[in-house]
C-alpha cells in the first residue's frame, strides 16, 4: 500500500506549491436510483435560501469551478455556464458557483474544508487524487455510485475508473468531467505517414527538417515544469519499459529504462537534430505556435488543443492528423487524465453534489461538455452518437484512449514526484555531457528520502 504521511504536511506541501497542467440516454437521469442513506455519511443539510417571494426555499449547491460566467468569449464556459443554467432548471436546485484560478482548485479545497467551510461539489484534476486523499480533503462516493444500474456502469469507460478509484483505499472519489489523452499532432504538408516508432520518428523528423527556414521535424514540450513529465516525457519512458512510481509511492524513475528514453529524447536535439534546442527551455505555448505557424512538422499534445489547432491554415485546408504517440517498438501509452467532480470531505449537501454528478455524466451532457471543452466523453454511448460522424479526430481520440491510454503512476506528491524527474531530465537535455544515471540517482534519492 502506498505511504500515507501525516497531515500536516500534506496541507503544506498543497498549500505551498499544488497546480496543474494543466478536457443522450436517459441512464444517467434522475431515475437512475435513489440517494443512499447510509450509516456514517454525511448528515444532510442542504443549504437553503428564501426565493422573492418568501414562501418558498430553495436548494442550494456550492459549486467551486475554474470558469468565469462572464467572459462570452470563452467558448468552453459558456457551454459550462448553459450546462449549470439547464441543470438549475430540470432539478429546481440552485448553483452558487465559486471561480477559482485553475491552478488553485485543489489548493482551496484541501484548506476550505479543513476548516469545515468547504463548497458542496469541486472541479478537481484527477492526477492529484492520491493527495487529496491523503490530505483526507475527500468524500467516497461509493455509495452513491451503487445506485447506479449495471446497464449505465457498464457505459463508463474503463479508463474513467481508473483515473477515479484511490491506489491508497481502493475508493472512488471523483467521476471525471472527461477524459483528456495525447497523442502526435502533424502537418500533412510536411509529412504524408506519421511514425510509429523512435526510429521512424528519427528518419521522418530529418525529411521534413529545414533548419535554413527554421523549420524542425518534431517538437515536444521538455521544459521546466512537472506538465511536461505528463505531457511528453512519460510516454517515452513507458514505452522503454521503465516506471515513475511504484505503488509504495517510491520513485522509481532511476532505471535502465528511463536512461534509455532520456538519453534517445536529448539526442532528438544533439544528435539528429529534427527538434529545436527551444523544446528544452520553451513552455508549452511557444511549441504549440511553432507547430500552428508551420515551423514544426509534429508534436505532442492533447486532445484538448482540437480547437486551437483547427484555427490554423493548413487544419482549415485539411491537412492536420492525428496518430499515436511514437514508441520504442510501437505506439506509445500515454497519459490520460481529466478535470474531475469530487465531493470534499466536510461537503453539507453531499446529495445535492451527487444529483449534479448524476445529471452531468448523461450522455447528452458528456457530448456537449466534449465538443466544447476537447475531452472525451466518459459514457461510451457518445462515442458513436451522430454529434460526432463528422469528426474524425475525435474518432481517433476515442481509440487512442483505449488503446493507448493509461493514469500516471501513483505519487502521494505527485508534483514533487515529478519534479525530481523534471530536475534530473533537464541536467541531461541542457549538458549531454551529464552522467543522466548520476542525476537520476541523486534526485530518486532526495525524493525518497524526502518523502
Excluded at 442513506?37 to 426565493?51: D, L, T
Excluded at 417571494?53 to 467551486?64: C, I, M, P, Q, Y
Excluded at 481502493?170 to 526510429?199: C, D, F, I
Aim: charged share 25%; hydrophobic share 40%; glycine share 8%.
Amino acid at each position: 500500500m502506498m505511504r500515507v504521511k501525516k497531515l500536516g504536511l500534506i496541507l503544506f506541501v498543497l498549500i505551498l506549491s499544488i497546480s496543474l497542467v494543466a478536457c443522450s440516454s436517459n441512464g444517467g437521469n434522475n431515475s437512475s436510483g435513489e440517494t443512499p442513506q447510509k450509516e456514517g455519511s454525511p448528515q444532510k443539510e442542504e443549504s437553503s435560501k428564501k426565493s422573492e417571494s418568501g414562501d418558498k426555499t430553495e436548494r442550494v449547491l456550492k459549486l467551486a469551478h475554474y470558469i468565469d460566467p462572464a467572459n462570452k468569449d470563452d467558448v468552453y464556459g459558456v457551454a459550462m455556464t448553459e450546462i449549470i443554467q439547464q441543470f438549475e432548471a430540470e432539478t429546481g436546485i440552485k448553483v452558487d458557483l465559486e471561480t477559482l484560478p485553475w491552478d488553485q482548485m485543489e489548493s482551496k479545497l484541501v484548506i476550505s474544508n479543513a476548516a469545515g467551510e468547504t463548497v458542496d461539489l469541486s472541479w478537481v484534476s484527477s492526477q492529484k487524487l492520491a493527495s487529496l486523499v491523503n490530505a483526507g480533503a475527500l468524500r467516497p462516493i461509493d455509495d452513491f455510485v451503487a445506485t447506479y444500474d449495471k446497464k449505465i456502469m457498464d457505459d463508463f469507460s474503463e479508463l474513467e475508473d481508473k483515473a477515479t478509484v484511490s491506489e491508497l483505499d481502493g475508493k472512488k472519489y471523483l467521476y471525471l468531467a472527461s477524459m483528456h489523452t495525447r497523442m502526435l499532432w502533424y502537418n500533412k504538408e510536411l509529412v504524408n505517414t506519421p511514425p510509429q516508432t523512435w526510429a521512424e520518428l528519427v528518419e521522418i523528423g530529418k525529411q521534413a527538417t529545414d533548419k535554413s527556414k527554421g523549420q524542425y521535424g518534431f517538437g515536444f514540450w521538455g521544459s521546466k515544469h512537472y506538465g511536461s513529465i505528463e505531457v511528453a516525457i512519460s510516454p517515452f519512458i513507458w514505452s522503454a519499459g521503465g516506471t515513475i512510481s511504484n505503488k509504495d509511492g517510491e520513485v522509481t524513475f532511476n532505471s535502465p529504462e528511463t536512461v534509455e528514453a532520456l538519453q534517445f529524447v536529448g539526442d532528438l536535439v544533439h544528435k539528429h537534430g529534427i527538434s529545436p534546442e527551444s523544446v528544452f527551455t520553451s513552455d508549452s505555448a511557444e511549441i504549440d505556435n511553432a507547430f500552428k505557424a508551420g515551423n514544426i512538422a509534429m508534436v505532442i499534445n492533447g486532445s484538448y488543443m482540437y480547437d486551437r489547432f483547427m484555427e490554423t491554415e493548413f487544419a482549415k485546408a485539411g491537412n492536420i492528423g492525428v496518430a499515436p504517440i511514437p514508441g520504442k517498438n510501437g505506439p506509445a501509452p500515454n497519459f490520460i487524465n481529466g478535470w474531475g467532480m469530487a465531493i470534499p470531505k466536510n461537503a453539507k449537501n453531499p446529495e445535492l453534489a451527487w444529483e449534479f454528478m448524476k445529471f452531468f455524466n448523461q450522455t447528452e451532457i458528456q457530448i456537449k461538455h466534449s465538443l466544447a471543452e476537447g475531452g472525451i466523453p466518459t459514457r461510451k454511448s457518445a462515442w458513436t452518437d451522430k454529434a460526432f460522424e463528422d469528426k474524425p479526430l475525435h474518432q481517433f481520440f476515442f481509440k487512442n484512449a483505449e488503446e493507448n491510454g493509461r493514469p500516471m503512476d501513483p505519487l502521494v506528491y505527485y508534483q514533487e514526484g515529478l519534479e525530481a524527474l523534471n530536475i534530473a531530465a533537464l541536467g541531461y537535455f541542457l549538458d549531454a555531457k551529464a552522467n543522466v544515471k548520476q542525476l537520476l540517482d541523486d534526485q530518486a534519492k532526495m525524493f525518497n528520502d524526502k518523502y
